[in-house]
């Protein structure tokens, strides 16, 4: 089974678009798992345009499942997880005025600040996992900081699929399979969708997790929150059925 964590952070942003607490973000964080979801994930950053920082101290004490809370290892971040201890942290190499994440880690040129980090977060069990592409090299570097898990970024599978949808899987499957042989549990996320999810999950049945918000949050738009949860979860329900 692979677990579906939920992204709440255009929640988040539709709040903050007009001020006020509509949407109510602590209560959809609490629907979400109502409706399914094995976790929820969110992704402060340093302007909190849209999770701020309080939301993720609201959150944690309601979570049942998982909460995994990524970000860049700034010194407010690492403060903000050493204080609430998630699940997981998943750490990304955004700057701080990124529109989104948009690519992994050069693990190679950040080693000894991501052992670092790997290590403190170890030392509270929280859970550690690291952004990457599907470079094999940083993989395997990745593992060597001690982390528990890398999360592979699928922006070039998601931009590929429709077309050259057997080129667009091929390098993940090969990144999966290194981290599964580095003893590395291994995360998905980055415009997986309803379009493209399933046969992600299909060709690489032992991912442990994906992270999705943006298209799960616009599809509930149209199918609503319940009902678009369910379907995220048939698409990764359909590699263990067959």
Avoid at 15 to 29: C, E, F, H, L, T
Avoid at 104 to 126: C, H, P, Q
Avoid at 226 to 240: A, F, G, H, Q, W
Wanted: proline share 5%; with cysteine.
């Amino acid at each position: 089974m692979i677990n579906l964590s939920v992204n709440i952070n255009k929640i988040a942003t539709i709040r903050n678009s007009r001020g006020g607490n509509i949407p109510d973000v602590k209560q959809v964080a609490h629907d979400c798992e109502e409706f399914g979801a094995q976790g929820i994930t969110v992704h402060p950053r340093p302007d909190e345009r849209h999770i701020r920082f309080s939301d993720v101290f609201d959150i944690k004490p309601i979570i049942r499942t998982e909460l995994n809370i990524e970000g860049f290892p700034d010194r407010d971040f690492i403060d903000l997880v050493m204080k609430v201890k998630p699940t997981q942290v998943t750490l990304v190499p955004d700057a701080p005025d990124a529109l989104t994440s948009n690519q992994g880690w050069d693990v190679k040129a950040n080693f000894d600040r991501l052992n670092e980090v790997v290590e403190m977060l170890t030392s509270k069990n929280i859970r550690t996992s690291i952004f990457v592409g599907t470079d094999l090299k940083n993989i395997e570097l990745a593992a060597k900081t001690g982390a528990d898990r890398v999360e592979l970024y699928t922006g070039p599978y998601a931009e590929h699929y429709i077309n050259f949808r057997e080129q667009a899987i091929a390098p993940f499957i090969a990144a999966a399979r290194q981290a599964k042989e580095l003893g590395l549990g291994v995360n998905a996320g980055h415009d997986l969708s309803l379009v493209n999810l399933e046969y992600f999950a299909s060709q690489i049945p032992w991912i442990e997790e994906v992270s999705i918000g943006h298209a799960l949050i616009s599809d509930a738009l149209y199918y609503g929150l319940e009902r678009t949860i369910s379907m995220y979860k048939d698409c990764l329900l359909l590699n263990v059925i067959f």
